[in-house]
Nanobody, 127 residues
């Protein structure tokens, strides 16, 4: 069992940056595929980025070039550095953990391969 707790959300102006953290407990995250998802008001949940055990990453088109996902297995923590934020990035952001095979799934953005979820941290980007 893995428990995930996100932090670092808040209100930021357009063009600003935020760094989200996801602290894991209950088990080491080393063998897990880790990911960030978000859900904007009135929209479906969408995958933002994933990271495998060796550090390989993949991103949604909306995140490429602006967001960076990283993990510190020693600290059991996942991060999401978000730059050049816009109001379209306003959402609740969730971290998730799943079997490593999830990182090789073409449909990872749907989130169905992830069994552990945090409660989310709100990111609001003002115009």
């Amino acid at each position: 069992q893995v428990q995930l707790v996100e932090s670092g959300g808040g209100v930021v102006q357009t063009g600003g940056s935020l760094r989200l953290s996801c602290a894991a407990s209950g088990d080491t995250v080393r063998p897990y595929c880790m990911a960030w998802f978000r859900r904007a008001p009135g929209k479906e949940r969408e995958g933002v980025g994933i990271i495998g055990g060796s550090g390989g990453t993949a991103y949604a088109d909306s995140a490429k070039g602006r967001f960076t996902i990283s993990r510190d297995n020693a600290e059991n923590t996942l991060y999401l550095q978000m730059n050049s934020l816009s109001p379209a990035d306003t959402a609740m952001y969730y971290c998730a953990a799943g079997r490593m095979t999830a990182c090789y799934s073409a449909s990872w953005r749907q989130g169905l391969s992830f069994g552990y979820w945090g409660q989310g941290t709100q990111v609001t980007v003002s115009s």
